[in-house]
């Protein structure tokens, strides 16, 4: 018999993680109501124990009334306390030590003495359903809520006896992956004996992807951007230990900048902290720079729940440079996903769903033609963004924009078109350009002025209100020198797997024709030279009207 002094210390035993429900009935008609975060698992419902109200003490020995199932099943969770050489094994003090048992009562004590030995009752209650399951002990009740992903709270059927209760997670690491949280831990939790059902909450973590930001969301090639992942700091609660890590890749378009990661967690209330990089610190950052793949791994990660920033954000930043790759389709995503344990029960970890972003990257493909569309070799141009005072450099073979792997010798500002009228500025950012022409061929300079101007185009980049980005000529549509007509968006699109998801990504280039004049054409439709022959055509009409009067009156 327990002792009621027992039986009040016993009320006390600490909650863990999921869910242990010693769960003390008055009749065979009682409910558990299981809280918290349970939308989309799976549980398993076992009794470990009777409670025999009369005598006021755990037996296991069943009623008369109760069917062969039932009496089955406590036999067998006799068997499982009372093994020899013992039930099973549990860490106490860094001492690996036994559970042995031969009375009930040395289950009790056992219980109230590691009230606070978390690793202790979890022990017991893995080894239980490890034993079950090996031994054919149904549970007394399932849940299975993986077609509700939103649950919050689940109430069993109200015909359980009175008892202690195991609840154990059951849900998958599939399922937990897709659902972006945790298996529930054992926890323990004696419900008064006046009452008539047990409400337990499960306490899983919720694992959030990770979010991903850059800036600038466009660049030119050989430049940098900064990449910022952000994620939560789990609560960690019952685990041992605790694996944290970010698994990023990027596409060949982008170079990871060499120290330029900085890892932060921040808690509202409390100060900032900057991890330091180092086996013996906070974390291992490995890159491989042929696979441009990251794997940030956390050192000894439970050491933030001990210090209070458990549910604080986990912040890592780093820089990338563009480099001529850029210029592809698909050659400037980044994604990264977060793994974490998922089970304090065991080291199996989940992973979250990857977070991808894209650099956006554009290209001109302009063509040199003249008012009748003939194709024009030999026009030589610069292109200068506005703000910046000199024309941009590029590699004068691929017309990309040049980086500091450019060779020399390949770097101009000067881009000439081919036989075939184009020339192409690759590697761009959004912004406003000024294209002006410079030189002409020999053949050319004959012919055809120089549009010595600035002919003003603007890439502006899709986006929240932009499906596609587009090109503008902001000149008057025509000029004396030359003019340019905006063409068509070419588009090419690539689809690859990126950690395990599907991407497909676009890359757009611009096309448009520049125009010139012949040296003598005749001025343009509204030009200053429209209204001097204007004039000049009015004068002799009224000149020719003058002298028929004037000749007239002589005949006269």
């Known amino acids: 018999m327990i002792k009621k002094k027992l039986l009040f210390s016993l009320i006390m035993i600490a909650t863990i993680f999921a869910l242990i429900v010693p769960s003390v009935f008055a009749a065979d008609n009682n409910t558990i109501t299981i809280n918290g975060n349970i939308g989309g698992k799976t549980m398993e419902i076992y009794r470990l124990l009777n409670f025999d109200v009369t005598n006021q003490n755990y037996t296991f020995t069943s009623a008369t009334s109760d069917s062969d199932a039932d009496k089955d099943r406590m036999t067998k969770s006799q ?36 009230t606070n030995n978390q690793s202790a009752l979890m022990a017991m209650s893995e080894a239980f359903y490890t034993y079950a399951k090996a031994n054919g002990i149904s549970p007394v009740a399932t849940v299975d809520l993986s077609g509700n992903k939103t649950a919050t709270s689940y109430v069993t059927d109200a015909n359980l006896k009175q008892g202690y209760y195991l609840v154990y997670d059951t849900t998958s690491d599939t399922a937990l992956s897709e659902l972006d949280t945790t298996k529930s831990a054992p926890m323990l939790s004696v419900v008064p004996l006046t009452g008539t059902n047990a409400t337990v909450g499960i306490k899983a973590d919720t694992i959030t992807t990770p979010g991903k930001t850059v800036s600038p969301e466009t ?16 609560n960690m609660i019952e685990y041992d230990s605790y694996v944290f890590k970010f698994h990023d890749k990027m596409t060949t378009g982008l170079d990871y900048v060499p120290n330029s990661t900085t890892i932060k967690i921040t808690k509202t209330d409390k100060p900032d902290v900057i991890l330091e990089e180092g086996s013996d610190k906070d974390y291992t950052l490995t890159y491989n720079a042929t696979t441009r793949e990251f794997e940030v791994n956390m050192i000894d990660f439970l050491k933030w729940r001990t210090q209070g920033y458990n549910e604080g954000t986990i912040t890592w930043t780093y820089r990338a440079k563009l480099n001529e790759n850029a210029v592809k389709p698909g050659e400037t995503i980044n994604s990264v996903y977060t793994e974490y344990s998922n089970d304090p029960l065991t080291n199996s970890t989940g992973t979250t769903e990857p977070h991808n972003v894209e650099v956006k990257v554009y290209n001109l493909e302009l063509t040199k033609v003249n008012s009748e569309g003939n194709i024009l070799e030999g026009a030589t141009f610069t292109l200068t963004k506005q703000g910046e005072g000199t024309p941009i450099y590029f590699d004068k073979t691929t017309g990309i924009v040049a980086t500091e792997d450019t060779p020399d010798a390949n770097k101009t500002q000067q881009i000439t078109s081919g036989s075939d009228g184009v020339f192409s500025f690759k590697g761009l950012e959004e912004g406003t350009y000024n294209l002006k022409e410079v030189a002409l061929s020999e053949e050319l300079a004959a012919i055809y002025r120089i549009s010595a101007f600035n002919m003003v185009l603007k890439i502006t980049a899709e986006g929240a209100t932009l499906s596609a980005p587009t090109l503008e000529y902001l000149n008057d549509r025509m000029s004396e020198q030359g003019y340019v007509v905006i063409g068509n968006t070419k588009t090419d699109t690539k689809t690859q797997t990126i950690n395990g998801v599907s991407i497909t990504s676009t890359k757009y280039t611009f096309t448009a024709n520049v125009l010139n004049t012949l040296k003598d054409a005749l001025p343009s439709t509204g030009g200053v030279g429209t209204v001097i022959f204007t004039c000049v055509g009015i004068a002799v009409m009224i000149g020719a009207v003058v002298l028929f009067i004037i000749n007239k009156k002589k005949n006269s």
Request: glycine share 6%.
């Open 219 to 234: 660049q030119r090639v050989g430049k940098e951007v900064t990449f910022t992942v952000t994620a939560n700091v789990p």
């Open 79 to 114: 068997a499982f306390f009372f093994q020899t050489p013992y039930a099973f094994q549990y860490e106490e003090g860094g001492t690996t030590k036994q559970a042995t048992f031969t009375k009930i009562y040395e289950i009790t004590e056992w219980l109230k003495k590691n």
